[in-house]
């Protein structure tokens, strides 16, 4: 059985175009962001394909979920993997967990499967994750 390994580093949001879900005045209401982020370190990604929906329970409060899309490598293996996505913000910030998707892994990173996170502040344009991982 493999040991899981530890490995961490940075991503930078690329760009963000989020549109309402029905209703854009109402609260609570939903959205979907279409996200492209970059990630470097251990996992090394450069314009990943991210889709979220929100839901907002304030103003500035609320939880989404997502799935994003990573082509390149983890410590040094390449291929490709998808991410399923879960966490809440507030005024301050977000917080995420994410999962590697069961079966995603393709290349060096089939059998990929590891999970992660990190936590954001408001307006940072760089924000640290983690990531745990097995290959099998």
Same mark, same amino acid.
């Given at each position: 059985m493999p040991t899981p390994v530890e490995t961490? !580093?940075?991503?930078? %949001?690329?760009?963000?175009? &989020?549109s309402p879900a029905g209703p854009a005045e109402a609260t609570p209401r939903l959205a979907r962001a279409e996200v492209t982020n970059s990630f470097t370190g251990g996992v090394e990604a450069d314009r990943t394909t991210c889709t979220y929906t929100i839901a907002y329970t304030g103003e500035n409060t609320g939880t989404y979920t997502g799935m994003e899309l990573l082509s390149g490598s983890v410590d040094g293996r390449?291929? +490709? %993997?998808? $991410?399923? &996505?879960?966490? #809440? %913000?507030?005024? @301050? !910030? @977000?917080?995420?967990?994410?999962?590697v998707v069961p079966g995603s892994?393709?290349?060096? $990173?089939?059998? $990929?499967? !590891? #999970?992660? !996170?990190?936590? #954001?502040?408001?307006? &940072? @344009? #760089?924000? &640290?994750? +983690? %990531? +745990?991982y097995d290959i099998a």
């Open positions: 961490g !580093g940075r991503f930078t %949001f690329a760009d963000w175009q &989020e390449k291929g +490709t %993997f998808v $991410l399923e &996505e879960r966490g #809440s %913000f507030d005024p @301050a !910030g @977000a917080v995420c967990r994410f999962e892994g393709t290349g060096d $990173l089939a059998g $990929l499967t !590891g #999970s992660g !996170g990190f936590t #954001s502040r408001h307006g &940072e @344009a #760089s924000v &640290e994750y +983690t %990531f +745990t």
